[in-house]
Nanobody, 124 residues
Framework: QVQLVESGGGLVQPGRFLRLSCAVSGNIFSLGKMSWYRQAPGNERELVASTFPDGRTNYADSVKGRFLISRDNAANTMYLQMNSLKPEDTAVYYC??????????????????WGQGTQVTVSS
């Protein structure tokens, strides 16, 4: 069983910064691709950033140069550093992971897990 819990959201003024955390219950080494998504009311869910075991990262054009995704395996945590925040960044942010292996009795490799989300509001 893998569980993901987001934290670090809140209310922040434009131009400031936040760092979101995604705590993994279980073994983060079982997760391959990990990603951050966001969704604002009335909008489609948007892929913000992804990170891969080989070190590759992908970013949405809207956040490129401002956001940084990282993964600390020793801390069983993934992060999203968000700088120069804009009102358009306001959304619920979700972390996800896909397992590459699993013990007996657990859901098989390739299972996707999602956190419950954390609210980020950028407003003056």
């Amino acid at each position: 069983q893998v569980q993901l819990v987001e934290s670090g959201g809140g209310l922040v003024q434009p131009g400031r910064f936040l760092r979101l955390s995604c705590a993994v219950s279980g073994n983060i080494f079982s997760l391959g691709k990990m990603s951050w998504y966001r969704q604002a009311p009335g909008n489609e869910r948007e892929l913000v950033a992804s990170t891969f075991p080989d070190g590759r990262t992908n970013y949405a054009d809207s956040v490129k140069g401002r956001f940084l995704i990282s993964r600390d395996n020793a801390a069983n945590t993934m992060y999203l550093q968000m700088n120069s925040l804009k009102p358009e960044d306001t959304a619920v942010y979700y972390c996800t992971g896909v397992t590459t292996w699993a013990p007996k009795g657990a859901p098989p490799a390739g299972t996707s897990y999602w956190g419950q989300g954390t609210q980020v509001t950028v407003s003056s």
